[in-house]
């Protein structure tokens, strides 16, 4: 039984670990970033993918940008029909939308990991993507409210009083 206060585990300096889990060369260390920074060299969800590659760093935030606009857009589902629906379609209903919030929280905390990798032009392209789901989903409404004959301008913000 050892007696040096590391409960029998052999000393070990801070970032290195035992059985050479870590390379301690300085051209495998991977450094976390802590703050913004701005540049194309971004590791995002997994290792090798967008570094030091524009084209891939575009493709990145592309995809990114287009996760941003679902989660918004899957957030607009149609209301559940509890009138004459027969029983085994309001199941089959309630089944899908519980699928679609799953998909929908699975792309918002996909957009959540990479913008924590402090990435600026991530972070510019996944509020964009939201904002542009949000337009979307808005403009939609507003559309089949219009259709409808329900002003919707409490709820719009937009004033369609004639002036």
């Known amino acids: 039984m050892s007696h040096d206060g590391n409960g029998g585990m052999p000393n070990m300096t801070p970032g290195s670990m035992s059985g050479g889990g870590m390379n301690s060369s ?3 260390m991977m450094m976390m970033h802590m703050s913004f920074y701005w540049g194309k060299d971004v590791t995002i969800f997994f ?3 967008a570094e030091k590659s524009l084209v891939m760093y575009i493709v990145a935030l592309l995809f990114i940008f287009l996760l941003g606009l679902a989660v918004e857009v899957l957030s607009v589902s149609p209301k559940l029909v509890t009138g004459s ?4 379609n309001l ?3 309630v089944f899908v939308q519980t699928c679609i919030y799953a998909l929908r929280m699975g792309f918002a905390y996909l957009v959540m990991l990479s913008v924590m990798s402090y990435n600026l032009g991530v972070f510019i392209v996944a509020v964009a993507g939201h904002a542009a789901g949000f ?7 507003l559309a089949v409210a219009n259709r409808a004959g329900h002003p919707m301008s409490s ?3 937009v004033n369609n009083s004639k002036v």
């Open 26 to 28: 300085s051209s495998e």
């Open 135 to 141: 337009f979307l989903v808005k403009v939609r409404a």
């Open 91 to 93: 199941k089959l209903a």
């Open 85 to 88: 629906t027969a029983r085994s």
């Open 155 to 157: 709820t719009m913000g």
């Open 47 to 49: 290792t090798g993918w």
